[in-house]
């Protein structure tokens, strides 16, 4: 079996602070270095209602009421953050070598999650992350070309969104 390159992540928080804020939903899957998948993750973490009406304001979910409601109505049946971290794990172990690179969109933000709220996750990943942002950048602001990738807010299609962004820009080096 070959055995996963890149661990693909993309969490739905509360807002932004890692400190203040907490996970809603996981969504993870591994590719090789090609970017074929191999496996898929997803899962909802239950949060105290309270701490979601109190984080879950401002511009951004002004923004996105759709998205806001559909985390919080999908909460009552999440589970608590350990049993996703064991989880991901056992995903790890199975799929994957010694190196597990971390990969998405603003990645370091999650991670930032990860290290606070799954720590025993956190030290199986390799300190080198693949963030696809950093091609967003050179790609709009060098090449004038942008990615158009849809703003759902959900976990598995951003990562989706993530894998298709970032095959789109390696089109060009060909």
């Known amino acids: 079996m070959k055995k996963a390159k890149l661990l693909w992540v993309d969490l ?5 602070d890692p400190v203040k804020d907490r996970i809603l939903e996981v969504a993870a899957i591994a590719t090789d270095i090609n970017l074929n998948e191999i496996a898929t993750y997803q899962a909802v973490v239950k949060v105290p209602d309270e701490l979601m009406r109190k984080r879950m304001v401002g511009k951004f979910w002004d923004a996105h009421p759709k998205t806001r409601k559909a985390l919080m109505a999908q909460n009552a049946g999440g589970r608590p953050i350990e049993v996703v971290e064991k989880e991901l794990i056992e995903l790890v172990d199975k799929k ?13 933000q999650d991670r930032k999650f990860i290290e606070r ?4 996750l956190n030290e199986k990943l390799h300190y080198r992350m693949l963030d696809v942002s950093a091609w967003k950048i050179y790609f709009e602001h060098a090449k004038g070309k942008k ?4 703003e759902d807010h959900r976990a598995l299609s951003d990562i989706n969104g993530s894998i298709e962004e970032l095959k789109w820009y390696l ?4």
């Open 12 to 16: 739905e928080m509360t807002g932004l």
């Open 96 to 108: 994957f070598g010694k190196m597990v690179y971390l990969a998405g969109n603003s990645v370091h």
């Open 117 to 120: 709220e799954m720590p025993k």
């Open 147 to 150: 990615f158009k990738k849809s």
């Open 171 to 174: 089109t060009f080096l060909k």
